[in-house]
């Protein structure tokens, strides 16, 4: 069965960088694109962007570029997004999630989630 | 970008009593909608896509209505696992540059 795990919770200085994992299982990880959307407590859901893993083109939200990061590993089949220069407002949890590869699809399948806690 | 606008904020209903959510898109966005249902401490789950396609094992009792910028999520008769946020999401663009309405919250009346 499909399965995307992430890593587990971070807390990081203002300032600082995050990396959160995203490892897949049970389907062939270059064929599906990686997204990543947050969530503040309370809030609603942000897309923040995404990564082809088969060619490792990316395409990053507005509000993001310049801050964000998404690569991946294809041996491990494991997706990364590094968020840097952290602020308080980044504390949220992280999600990655698997969309189709060859067009705009919803979101089939999610992780469970990393929280990221920004707090000096 | 496309921004997407959900109503009521909260809507409060008695268990077996009809839900009706509505999404409205900032421009058309085709039928390239979809809907999620989210629980306390849960990641999001797809309910429908394609504005009117049931993700699978979804229940009947859900079904999902509309084209271009207006958009409708029925749930038939709420049952006590339905009670949840809800949020609509368009798909339309490629490159896809992704967005969320700010959800509905479900809750028991």
């Known amino acids: 069965q499909v399965q995307l795990v992430q890593s587990g919770a971070e807390v990081k200085k203002p300032g600082a960088s995050v990396k959160v994992s995203c490892k897949a299982s049970?389907?062939?990880?270059?064929?599906?694109?990686i997204n990543w959307v947050r969530q503040a407590t309370g809030q609603g859901l942000e897309w923040m962007g995404w990564?082809?893993?088969?060619?490792?083109?990316?395409g990053y939200a507005q509000k993001f570029q310049g801050r964000v990061t998404m690569t991946r590993n294809t041996s491990i089949s494991t997706a990364y997004m590094e968020l840097s220069s952290l602020r308080s407002e980044d504390t949220a949890v992280y999600y990655c999630?698997?969309?189709?590869?060859?067009?705009?699809?919803?979101?089939?399948?999610w992780g469970q989630g990393t929280l990221v806690t920004v707090s000096s | 970008e496309i921004v997407m606008t959900q109503s009521p904020a909260t809507l409060s209903v008695s268990p077996g009593e009809r839900a009706t959510l509505s999404c409205r898109a900032s421009?058309?966005?085709?039928?390239?909608l979809a809907w999620y249902q989210q629980k306390p401490g849960q990641a999001p789950r797809l309910l429908i896509y394609?504005?009117?396609t049931r993700a699978t094992g979804i229940p009947a009792r859900f079904s999902g209505s509309g084209s271009g910028t207006e958009f409708t999520l029925t749930i038939s008769s709420l049952q006590s696992e339905d009670f949840a946020v809800y949020y609509c999401?368009?798909?339309?663009?490629?490159?896809?540059?992704?967005?969320f309405g700010g959800g509905t919250k479900v809750e028991i009346k």
């Open positions: 999630a698997r969309t189709s590869s060859t067009g705009t699809t919803p979101f089939d399948y």
């Open positions: 049970g389907y062939t990880f270059t064929s599906y694109d």
């Open positions: 990564m082809n893993p088969n060619s490792g083109n990316t």
């Open positions: 421009q058309s966005v085709s039928s390239n």
């Open positions: 394609g504005a009117s």
């Open positions: 999401q368009q798909y339309n663009n490629w490159p896809p540059k992704l967005t």
